[in-house]
Nanobody
Framework: VQLQASGGGLVQAGGSLRLSCAAS????????MGWFRQAPGKEREFVAA????????YNGKSVKGRFTISRDNAKNTVYLQMNSLEPDDTAVYFC???????????????????WGQGTLVTVSS
């Protein structure tokens, strides 16, 4: 499956953005999904994950209560709604898909099979 992330851009602190991750070559309903981010000079960080079915979600501590992951199987797309953005949220954001078992998302990059190319989010103060 190929993943295409989009929706990044420049936003002021306190603003919102919605990132999209569109899939081709496969149905995202067969995958647990995750969003990660990587700021310059830092390691890739877990942001949020979505179980393959049942809609269970998980969030990283730094974004809990501000970011929400969701999916639209009809559009074969996963979203990351980001509210109350802070300058520390500035990073390249990546979506990832995890096949097979278990069906839960994961905090670990090594557990994912497919990655999108990333979309840049810049939050100004």
């Amino acid at each position: 499956v190929q993943l295409q992330a989009s929706g990044g851009g420049l936003v002021q602190a306190g603003g919102s953005l919605r990132l999209s991750c569109a899939a081709s070559g496969g149905s995202l309903s067969n995958y647990a999904m995750g969003w990660f981010r990587q700021a310059p000079g830092k390691e890739r960080e877990f942001v949020a994950a979505l179980k393959r079915s049942a809609g269970a979600t998980y969030n990283g501590k730094s974004v809990k209560g501000r970011f929400t992951i969701s999916r639209d199987n009809a559009k074969n797309t996963v979203y990351l709604q980001m509210n109350s953005l802070e300058p520390d949220d500035t990073a390249v954001y990546f979506c990832a898909a995890r096949g097979g078992w278990p069906t839960t998302g994961s905090l670990w990059t090594a557990d994912y099979d497919y990655w999108g190319q990333g979309t840049l989010v810049t939050v100004s103060s």
